[in-house]
């Protein structure tokens, strides 16, 4: 019997392309971040204001080290999220 076209002969669902899956992670990881970054202006947005105003303020060397530090600490957590 002849699989129909589009459909995966093992579960009988759509065919997906390689890397949909990745391409999913990469939307809900987008979508997640965006949601966080929003709740500190939703709920306070006097501090999120004034921490900003202090963000500005800083020198080049001491945003890169605030952004080398968010990148580790997310590299971490993935490491740690994929270990289990």
């Known amino acids: 019997m002849a699989a129909e076209a589009g459909a995966s002969a ?3 669902g ?3 392309a390689p ?3 990745v391409n999913d992670t990469l939307l809900a990881a987008v ?4 949601v966080l970054e929003g709740v500190l202006p939703f709920l306070m947005p006097s501090v999120w204001r004034d921490t ?6 800083l020198s080049d060397g001491q945003l890169r080290f605030i952004g080398l530090t968010a990148m580790l600490a ?3 957590l993935l490491f740690m999220a994929h270990s289990n």
């Not at 979508?31 to 965006?34: E, T």
């Not at 900003?52 to 303020?57: A, I, K, N, S, T």
């Open 10 to 12: 093992d579960t009988g």
């Open 14 to 16: 759509p065919a997906t």
């Open 19 to 21: 890397g949909d899956g």
């Open 31 to 34: 979508a997640l971040m965006l």
């Open 52 to 57: 900003f105003r202090r963000l500005v303020d």
């Open 74 to 76: 997310g590299l971490l």
